[in-house]
């Protein structure tokens, strides 16, 4: 009875923890605004990439804020109360809300614009704590922006630069203007908004201040801020996660790195996490590769 005993104090135990790990995991994704379905398929097929397909291995709980600050503060509660593995946090107040809520739970921020500056880590090449991922590194593009729309209109000396109030990466982008825009001899105007529901009104700002264009922060690059631009006739560029959707919604210029490529990387740091990798010992990507559109 002895020897039964330390069997079963020896396999029950294995059993239960190799039935743990073959329970798919939750991996909860954090956006501010919707997600396209094309950067879905990338964080799938790279997950399924690296040997975790989504209903299998992993469940995948996609949650959007849809561009509401207390509602994305809310959803990031619930995905620590649901205890899921990893976090994957899309955009400064997607990352911001998911930091408030746990300091446990590995996150992957894929992307944001400057981890530093919003002291998501402690640097680039050891994060520290429990957060690691992608940056897209727009808050450098300040001196190409503002020659790509140079090079269009020579006589560019005035830009508003959009940024939304709501964002801790707002003054970091607009910083990086003001820098870029005193080497080159330009004006900038600050038009500080919070989301585009007042976007009329700040083009309102725009027209008085005599701006030529307009240097969109991604978080405010939409339909919206496109149709106001070309109404104006004020030339347009954005950055980041509106590269490609900016221009299409009628927008003149989107120039950064690619998102659909971020959500790939974000694959490769979740399923680095989940077979036991820390966060803080990931290096936080910085894109290399960048789309003029």
Do not use: C
Not at 120 to 127: M, R
Request: hydrophobic share 45%; proline share 6%; aromatic share 4%.
């Amino acid at each position: 009875m002895r020897v039964l005993s330390l069997i079963a104090a020896i396999v029950v135990p294995t059993l239960v923890a190799v039935a743990a790990l073959a329970a798919p995991r939750t991996v909860g994704v954090l956006t501010f605004q919707p997600m396209p379905e094309i950067y879905k398929d990338a964080f799938r097929k790279s997950l399924r990439d690296q040997g975790f397909v989504d209903g299998k291995d992993v469940t995948i709980d996609w949650r959007t804020g849809d561009g509401t600050v207390a509602r994305i503060d809310q959803l990031a509660a619930d995905l620590v109360k649901m205890k899921v593995s990893v976090i994957v946090a899309s955009l400064t107040p997607g990352v911001t809300a998911a930091i408030k809520a746990t300091k446990t739970i590995p996150i992957v921020m894929a992307p944001v614009a400057d981890p530093l500056a919003t002291g998501f880590v402690k640097s680039l090449a050891h994060p520290g704590g429990n957060v690691t991922g992608i940056t897209n590194v727009i808050v450098d593009l300040g001196s190409k922006q503002l020659g790509l729309l140079r090079e269009i209109q020579p006589s560019v000396n005035r830009v508003a630069v959009l940024v939304d109030s709501r964002t801790t990466s707002a003054k970091p982008i607009l910083d990086e203007a003001q820098s870029a825009a005193a080497k080159a001899g330009v004006h900038i105007i600050p038009v500080w908004m919070s989301g585009t529901a007042n976007a009329a009104e700040a083009f309102k700002t725009v027209t008085k201040e005599r701006a030529q264009a307009i240097l969109v922060q991604p978080i405010l690059g939409d339909k919206v801020i496109a149709d106001l631009a070309r109404e104006h006739r004020l030339l347009s560029i954005v950055t980041g996660f509106s590269t490609q959707s900016f221009p299409q919604a009628g927008g003149l210029i989107g120039y950064g790195s690619n998102p659909v490529e971020h959500y790939q990387r974000a694959g490769v740091y979740v399923a680095k996490i989940l077979r036991g990798a820390n966060p803080g010992d990931l290096p936080v990507e910085q894109a290399t590769t960048f789309e003029l559109i």
